[in-house]
């Protein structure tokens, strides 16, 4: 059974970057077909795709975030982060993280963290 699980802050201030880290257990991160991806939810809204590192290491971003996205791995600690500078209020979210497939189906969810981006 694959788990995962958010771990970072809750609280950032504007302007700074958000680190958010996945762990993940009971399946390895570099296992082929599979997409180690970030998503959130803010507050009254849906879901929003944040980015992707595939079991290769390669990555891919939402349009509307690239510029302030970055999600790198530690395959050691079967670990992926998920950075984002430059905060404001409007990023403030539940954040998950979750295994994509390639069928794009997301059958593995952290619990989720909730990030308040405020002063």
């Known amino acids: 059974q694959v788990q995962l699980q958010e771990s970072g802050p809750g609280l950032v201030k504007p302007s700074e970057t958000l680190s958010l880290t996945c762990s993940v257990s009971?399946?390895?991160?570099?296992?082929?077909?599979?997409?180690w991806t970030w998503i959130r939810q803010p507050p009254g809204k849906g879901l929003e795709w944040i980015g992707q590192?595939?079991?290769?290491?390669?990555?891919n971003y939402s349009p509307s975030l690239k510029s302030r996205t970055s999600i790198s791995r530690d395959t050691s600690k079967n670990q992926f982060t998920l950075q984002l500078s430059s905060v404001t209020p409007e990023d403030t979210a539940m954040y998950y993280c979750?295994?994509?497939?390639?069928?794009?189906?997301?059958?593995?969810w952290g619990q989720g963290t909730q990030v308040t981006v405020s002063s």
């Open positions: 009971g399946g390895s991160i570099t296992t082929s077909n599979y997409y």
């Open positions: 979750a295994r994509g497939g390639i069928a794009n189906e997301y059958n593995y």
């Open positions: 590192i595939t079991y290769a290491g390669s990555t």
